[in-house]
């Protein structure tokens, strides 16, 4: 059994920052990836940033480039996305996925809200 919880969503004011939290526990094999996506409302959900483990290699949406980086604590199985300069349009649950040899996972989610 695997849990993933992210944390750290709030209510933020237009061109402040927030840090998320994701923190993975259970029975936790080769942890291939993780990474952070959002859904807005009446929207898909979108990829936002993604750290490959092995490599330390980062892709982001382009929309966040610049703005929002991911990071990890891997003695604590622990993934961050802090969020700089957001915006309005950022307002969304954002949910924490792992990708390991056994699977994905994902996260309940943690709500973002930006206001203008």
């Known amino acids: 059994q695997v849990q993933v919880v992210e944390s750290g969503g709030g209510l933020v004011q237009a061109g402040g920052s927030l840090r998320l939290s994701c923190a993975a526990s259970?029975?936790?094999?080769?942890?291939?990836?993780m990474g952070w996506y959002r859904q807005a409302p009446g929207k898909q959900r979108e990829p936002v940033a993604i750290l490959i483990t092995e490599s330390g290699s980062t892709t982001y949406a382009d929309s966040v480039k610049g703005r929002f980086t991911i990071s990890r604590d891997s003695a604590k199985n622990t993934v961050y996305l802090q969020m700089n300069s957001l915006k309005p349009e950022d307002t969304a649950v954002y949910y924490c996925?792992?990708?390991?040899?056994?699977?994905?996972?994902w996260g309940q989610g943690t709500q973002v809200t930006v206001s203008s």
């Open positions: 996925a792992l990708t390991t040899t056994l699977g994905g996972y």
């Open positions: 259970g029975s936790i094999f080769s942890i291939s990836a």
